[in-house]
């Protein structure tokens, strides 16, 4: 079975050397998300801002892998603080209109920089008997 890697522009993936997600056969999993630029600062100060351009790259790269928003599976969230529950789901609701996938939400005691609200990461799955298009690396899994 085909493992693919697929990166972003996050400066973190390049200098820490992991994936923004992995696809192995139609399981996907992509790694924590911040709402940053390229430059690594923040795209939005506010929770829901950052919900929103969070759920938008995750779309962004699952689609990459032959998926969608509608086949997350489950989200995690973890998050320093509380106040940001309306302004989260509020963004949640619209990335999910028709209900949302399995969620799990983690209060943490602080996050990489205090710029960042919260961190999300997902588990999908791929639309059946594909392959992603172009993935940015591929490599085989080992013969048992």
């Not at 890697?5 to 999993?29: C, D, H, M, N, Q």
């Not at 998050?79 to 969620?103: M, S, T």
């Not at 999300?120 to 594909?130: D, K, L, M, N, S």
């Amino acid at each position: 079975m085909t493992r693919f890697r697929i990166e972003t522009e996050s400066p973190w993936e390049k200098e820490f050397g992991y994936a923004r997600l992995v696809r192995r056969g139609e399981f996907i999993a992509v790694s924590g998300t911040v709402a940053s630029g390229p430059d690594g600062r923040p795209v939005s100060s506010d929770p829901c801002g950052q919900t929103r351009a969070i759920l938008k790259t995750l779309g962004e790269v699952l689609a990459r892998a032959d998926s969608g928003l509608a086949d997350v599976v489950r989200l995690r969230v973890y998050y320093v603080d509380p106040a940001i529950a309306e302004p989260f789901f509020r963004a949640f609701r619209e990335a999910f209109p028709a209900g949302g996938p399995a969620l799990t939400a983690v209060r943490v005691a602080g996050l990489f920089s205090d710029d960042f609200h919260l961190e999300i990461e997902a588990e999908a799955v791929a639309r059946v008997g594909r392959e992603p298009e172009r993935p940015r690396q591929e490599w085989d899994e080992p013969s048992d």
